[in-house]
């Protein structure tokens, strides 16, 4: 077990409280994290602030070459991350390296993208007669301090996707890794690191939430808040954001829309690989399927033939579900499927837990009194919800609290296309599951799944402000 530090100001630091980082496959003991205290906080934030200005003056392909460095050290350590965070948060060893190897790809794409966040002029006598002497230079400037908090279910690629456009943007990071996933976080920290940042351009900040949480969203020194997590804590840190600009990615209850004229050998594989993978722990998992009553028999069958093929157990023998982050996290989920069977669903494949490790499970006949056709499990549940028409599958879609993605299997394209129209969501998926990547699609959620626009470029536009200098030249 290791006593890991945080990175502030240019050196590694330790504090007088430390956080014990277990981990949820057998409750191995990891090491330990700082548990910052408020001045602690203070300290990091102000070494960001006295930064910033030396940052924000070079150019972009000076901040890129930090980046590559940072990039080229995150690949060469991607198996022994992977190991780390294979054990922080029970996912499965190949996509554990696989999520450190995206991250180095990510980072070398924000690095390059960066160099084409150009200015632009406007003259005034296109909108104008009387201004046509008026010339506006406009150019994108950092928007100063960025925090960045990240989940434990990607505390390497959801940090970095974070991080790298915002350093590239010029902007001096303030990052707080996920309490469970801290070490994984720490690890991408040390690469920056060695990259040979300037000293307070980037730093780690990890703790207990009860005692720094709120302080670092109100702290006066932040000047744009990206955070991934829960709805309830995006929708506490929209109000202690007060007017300060924020990007949230929150919950998701992705629907997968299946109609009569579907491929359904295809839909099936599409619907459980994007519903079961890293047991179901994705914002962007498929979390109810919405089929056609005249095929539903049809595709229930498949769905249960596909996630009977499911192998559950150690992470590190690449099951393909693995145990939930914690126990709390598998009574909630538990708590899900025991109202869905009182009301009348119909285990596909039986509901077994044992822990924190739940089987998956396929439930069928679920209706909209039941909570898991509304709440987020977050894990290995999905339920299977008929419907008589498209109206109905668009009415329960849009009845949702979250917006994040959906999907629907079709042939008919033009009908796919208007439906995609109408759903309220960031993301449509046409004939796939839903999911995040490419990094360099937009990627967004409306209602209670999130605020803002991430993707590379569109994260660093976001980090970004306009600033326009308008001359006369007569």
Known sequence: MKDYQNYVNGQWVSSAKTLTIYSPINDEKLGTVPAMSQEEVDVAMAAARKALPAWRALSAYER??????????????KDQIGEILAK??????????????????????????????????????TYEPAAKSKISLIRREPVGVVLAIAPYNYPVNLSASKIAPALIGGNVVMFKPPTQGSISGLLLAQAFAEAGLPAGVFNTITGRGSEIGDYIIEHP???????????????????????????????????????EDADLDHTAKEIVSGAFSYSGQRCTAIKRVLVMDAVADQLAAKLQAEVEKLTVGDPFENKDITPVIDESSALFI??????????????????KREKNLIWPTLLDHVTTDMEIAWEEPFGPVLPIIRVSSLDEALTICNQSEYGLQSSIFTSNYPLAFDFASKLEVGTVHINSKTQRGPDNFPFLGVKGSGA????????IEAMTKVKSVVFDIQ
Do not use: C, W
């Open 334 to 351: 538990e708590g899900l499927v025991q109202d869905a069977q009182k009301k009348g669903a119909v285990e596909l494949t039986p509901y």
């Open 452 to 459: 803002g626009v991430q993707g590379i470029k569109y994260s």
């Open 64 to 77: 890129a070459q930090y980046l590559h460095k940072a990039a080229d050290i995150l690949e060469e350590r």
């Open 88 to 125: 922080e948060v029970s996912k499965d060893i190949k996509a554990s390296i696989s999520e450190v190897d995206r991250s180095a790809h990510l980072i070398r794409y924000a690095a390059e993208e960066g160099l084409r966040v150009y200015g632009s002029s406007l003259e005034g006598g």
């Open 221 to 259: 020194e932040v000047n744009f808040i990206n955070f991934t997590g829960s709805t309830p804590i995006g929708q506490k840190v929209g109000k202690l954001a007060g007017i300060r600009p924020i990007m949230l990615e929150l919950g998701g209850k992705d629907a997968a829309v299946v109609l």
